[in-house]
């Protein structure tokens, strides 16, 4: 079963946000596009990604470079947290 995937230029005329912002988060590889006859499509699992970038630099006026490193700092945050319950399993085992 194919994934049915999002159309950028539809999602930009409903979600109100610039076409740069959405040029700006694929050149920093923060979303990937994929481009098929000559229109753009989002995946539909990167959109709650999508909409979090927007919030954070409509809403909150943080830069690309800014929302790079919180993405950084939050997948290493999640990754810590995934090696701490990993840990925390194999302890229970010598208890």
């Given at each position: ?31 990937h ?22 919030r ?7 830069n690309i470079?800014?929302?790079d490193?919180?993405?950084h ?8 947290q ?14």
């Amino acid at each position: 079963m194919e994934t049915e995937l999002i159309i950028i230029n539809e999602y930009i005329q409903h979600s109100n946000i610039e076409p740069q912002f959405i040029a700006m988060l694929e050149e920093n590889e923060l979303i990937h596009i994929r481009k098929i006859e000559n229109e753009r499509f989002l995946n539909p699992d990167e959109l709650v990604e999508l909409e979090r970038y927007a919030r954070m630099y409509y809403d909150l006026s943080i830069n690309i470079e800014g929302i790079d490193a919180i993405r950084h700092l939050l997948d290493k945050i999640n990754s810590l947290q995934n090696e701490l319950k990993n840990l925390r399993e194999q302890l229970r085992l010598y208890e």
